[in-house]
């Protein structure tokens, strides 16, 4: 097979973040083990960049987000840093301030199917992150929790998002407490789509890779953009949304009809 693989482009070179792109997939990793793949300035920087490129570049169809190693995804904030910071008397970013866009955001708002693939521990802003995904899929180890409560910190987005996910009574009680739950328990809630051995992850995340990025890409970035911008507005409202691609008027929804006609596989352009 002919190997597609492309380098990040030189405003993704970053020494903490992964970013390549394959066969239409972005897939981008959190490469900083030592340090739990924490979140600290660099990741933060390189993570916005890397989803910004994919969520604006056509070879683009599905965009995947790991850490490296199998003890973490990303265990949150820096905390490491976040203490230098105070020691020396420097502000840390607050929460939709400072020069780059909210790294949450920027992955919530990135219109093409995302998914978190959760090979460790997934604490603060790790799991708010993995939340801003659009699937997930867990090792069998893999714990998930918001232990700000018990760091005088905040979880602006996790807090916000949480209750939109789960019941409302489990998110408090997860917000409140501190405490995290199981890959289990969060497949039980919904949370996360599979919970697999840890051996298995990698495969059984392309294989849902594979199972999505066949589909029309067009259709997946307009699915995206509906079932973001209209999450909370009322049914009448959220059909009437003119967001995304339009896939009614697109050649590959001409040649998806001709395709499923002439039995035969799709070839979609995006376009």
């Known amino acids: 097979m002919l190997d597609t693989t492309k380098p990040a482009p030189a405003s993704q070179?970053?020494?903490?973040?992964?970013?390549?792109?394959?066969?239409?997939?972005?897939?981008?990793?959190?490469?900083r083990p030592?340090?739990?793949?924490?979140?600290g300035r660099d990741v933060r920087r390189g993570l916005i960049e890397a989803f910004a490129d994919a969520a604006v570049n056509d070879d683009v169809w599905l965009v995947t987000l790991t850490g490296t190693g199998d003890q973490a995804f990303c265990a949150g904030g820096d905390l490491k840093e976040k203490d230098e910071t105070a020691r020396a008397n420097k502000s840390i970013v607050v929460p939709m301030t400072g020069a780059y866009r909210n790294l949450y955001e920027t992955v919530l708002e990135t219109y093409k199917p995302t998914?978190?693939?959760?090979?460790?521990?997934?604490?603060?802003?790790?799991?708010?992150?993995?939340?801003?995904?659009?699937?997930?899929?867990?090792?069998s180890h893999v714990k998930l929790g918001l232990p700000e409560a018990k760091r005088g910190m905040g979880a602006n987005f996790g807090s916000t998002l949480l209750p939109r996910i789960?019941?409302?009574?489990?998110?408090?009680?997860?917000?409140?407490?501190?405490?995290?739950?199981?890959?289990?328990?969060?497949?039980?809630?919904?949370?996360?789509?599979?919970?697999?051995?840890?051996?298995?992850?990698a495969a059984r995340a392309d294989a849902l890779i594979n199972?999505?990025?066949?589909?029309?890409?067009?259709?997946?970035?307009?699915?995206?953009?509906?079932?973001?911008?209209?999450?909370?507005?009322?049914?009448?409202?959220?059909?009437?949304?003119?967001?995304?691609?339009?896939?009614?008027?697109?050649?590959?929804?001409e040649e998806g009809v001709r395709a499923f006609v002439e039995k035969r596989q799709p070839r979609w352009t995006g376009r």
């Open 115 to 139: 998914i978190a693939i959760l090979n460790g521990g997934a604490y603060g802003g790790g799991f708010e992150l993995a939340m801003a995904c659009d699937l997930r899929i867990a090792a």
């Open 13 to 31: 070179d970053n020494p903490f973040v992964r970013y390549e792109i394959k066969d239409h997939v972005a897939r981008i990793t959190i490469d």
């Open 166 to 201: 789960l019941p409302r009574a489990i998110a408090m009680e997860m917000l409140y407490t501190g405490d995290p739950i199981t890959a289990d328990e969060a497949a039980r809630w919904g949370l996360v789509n599979a919970v697999v051995p840890k051996d298995e992850l």
């Open 211 to 253: 199972r999505i990025v066949c589909n029309a890409p067009l259709t997946l970035r307009r699915y995206k953009h509906v079932s973001v911008k209209g999450w909370d507005m009322p049914i009448a409202s959220a059909l009437r949304l003119d967001v995304g691609p339009n896939p009614y008027l697109s050649a590959d929804r």
């Open 34 to 39: 030592d340090r739990r793949n924490a979140i």
